[in-house]
C-alpha cells in the first residue's frame, strides 16, 4: 500500500476511496486525519462558494436587465428573454442548495454583498457601458434577489 501522504499528492480520488475504506472498517489509526479534515472543509466552502457562484450569474442578470432597460434598450429587447431565463435558472438552482444546506441560509446576505460588486463589473462590459451607470450599493434586497416572481424596476439603475 502506498503511504497515505503519497497517495493523497499523486491521486486523490484513490486516496479518497482508500480513506473511505479505512473508516468503513474503523480503522482508525490509518486513517489519514490531516488531509481526510481538510476535504471535509473543502466540501463545505465548495458549497458555500457555489451559493456566491449562483448569486454572481443572478446579480450580473438582474442589472442587464434594469442597465439596459435604460442604456440599451435594443439590448434588452434583443436579449432580455435570455437574461430573465437565466435569473429563473440561477434562483431555481440558490434555493434547491440552500433548501439541501440550510444552515447557509444566514450567508446569503454577506455573499450577496460580495457578488454584487463583481456582478457590476461583469454587467458593465456585457452592456458595453461604464460602471458608474450601474447603481451602488445593490439597489435589491436579498428577499426580491432570491423570489422567483420578482424583476428589476426598469428605472432604478440612475
Known amino acids: 500500500m502506498q503511504a497515505k501522504d503519497d497517495l493523497y499528492d499523486t491521486d486523490l480520488y484513490a486516496w479518497a476511496q482508500q480513506q473511505a475504506q479505512l473508516v468503513r472498517e474503523g480503522a482508525w489509526d490509518a486513517v489519514d486525519r490531516v488531509h481526510l479534515l481538510e476535504e471535509i472543509e ?13 448569486l454572481l450569474v443572478l446579480l450580473t442578470h438582474l442589472l442587464k436587465l434594469a442597465g439596459a432597460a435604460q442604456h440599451c434598450p435594443h439590448d ?3 436579449a432580455g428573454r435570455g437574461w430573465r431565463a437565466t435569473c429563473r435558472t440561477q434562483r431555481l ?3 434547491k442548495r440552500l433548501r439541501r444546506n440550510p444552515s ?3 450567508l446569503v446576505f ?8 463583481v456582478a457590476r463589473v461583469e454587467a458593465a462590459a456585457g452592456l458595453d457601458v461604464e460602471e458608474a451607470l450601474l ?3 445593490c439597489p435589491w434586497t ?11 424596476d426598469m428605472s432604478e439603475t440612475a
Open 110 to 117: 454577506e455573499e450577496c454583498l460580495e457578488a454584487y460588486e
Open 135 to 137: 447603481p451602488v450599493p
Open 76 to 78: 434588452l429587447a434583443r
Open 104 to 106: 447557509l441560509r444566514p
Open 142 to 152: 436579498e428577499a426580491q434577489i432570491l423570489a422567483l416572481d420578482f424583476w428589476p
Open 42 to 54: 473543502d466540501v463545505g466552502y465548495s458549497q458555500r462558494d457555489a451559493i456566491a457562484s449562483h
Open 93 to 95: 438552482l440558490l434555493a
